[in-house]
């Protein structure tokens, strides 16, 4: 948890033998009787943004759950860094989702008790660091994206899309390798989505975090650098890159 | 896009050379192409001989005279009526791709390909707008905003296609 932010990762070039830095293969999951991933597989390479789009009902956020060891499939193979996230024990998993990857949610991840600047620097604090140097990365974080005016407001004082911005913040304050983001546009009007979609890729950019971004809207998938279609609980991987 | 009614606004902020008009339209309004030379002294020419603009002055300079137009009361009176005037909303309805599908649902081939190949090309050229649009200014956000929303409402008619493909199937079949 101690480290600084990745540095920034190049972009893959064509023909570039790089292995992917997270890949899920052949993915299946049932919630019951309802089968959510048929056969889903989705390789992520260092530092690209992937938008996962697909119709209510499709599987992309069960997808997304599986790469994020948020739930285990029940077959496929998911490797990150040469681990297998599929048979690795919940301990690890837990430790590897508080350090290595970032969250993103439609709303409701900010704990209303806390104010932006603490709901920030919470992931930091959690991995030991001091509250002082905690406090000015988070700091930091949100000048970056801002909303370094919120500092000392509570959640639930801030507008949809300043509340977005600030879990922006804490998704990237550790310097995660991969941010999730499950619809992080989905409660906001046009404008705001757009300006959060535009923040979160560009400071992912920036600190060579690679993103997957589940969503059903278009313009936000253009921010990515390509997109994955979901139907059916099976992957469509187009492969463009434009 | 009517040109000459586009010219007439633009002259009436200031009169202008046929030259100055072309650099002001480009700078404004040619998203995809610059206008040609050709156009603008055509349509000035036009404008002209309906007594919308009138030659202000006549510079002699080392090549040919250099006219300076502006804009009459009746060009004032045109560009109003057609400001005023709402746009013909497209209606849409001679769309390709509809053909497109119902001739592979006729002939046994895959619409569900024809719809995946169109969206990723749709995708493609929605992030291509997107990298523009970050790029720019106000005004290319708003040109590319507008591009973007025509081809994100696309993208919802083949969603929504995609998930209706078997019926459709079954009432082109059925016919």
Known sequence: MNRPASPALPDRLPGDPAPPLLAGSGLRKSFGLTRALEDASLSLYPGEVVAVMGPSGSGKSTLLHCLAGVVRPDAGTIEYGGQDLVTASDPRLSALRRSEFGFLFQ??????ELSCLENVALPLRLGGWSRRRAERSAAEWLDRLDVGGLARKTPGECSGGQGQRVAVARALI?????????????????????RVIRMLTEAARETGAAVVVVTHEARVAAYADREVVCRDGRTLDTGARG | MSLGQTLLGLLETRPQHGYD??????????????LAYGQVYATLSRLLKNGLVEVEAVEPGAGPERKRYTVTDSGVTDVEAWLAAPEAPEPY???TLYTKVVLALLTGRSADGILDVQRAEHLRLMRELTRRKTDGDLSDQLICDHALFHLEADLRWLELTAARLNDLAGEVRGR
């Open chain 1, 174 to 194: 550790t310097g995660p390798r991969v941010v999730f983001a499950d619809e992080p546009t989905g409660a906001l009007d046009s404008l705001n989505g757009e």
């Open chain 2, 93 to 95: 309805l001679q769309n």
């Open chain 1, 107 to 112: 709303f409701g991840q900010l704990v209303p």
């Open chain 2, 21 to 34: 008009l072309k650099r002001a339209y480009d700078e404004r309004f040619a998203a995809a192409r610059p």
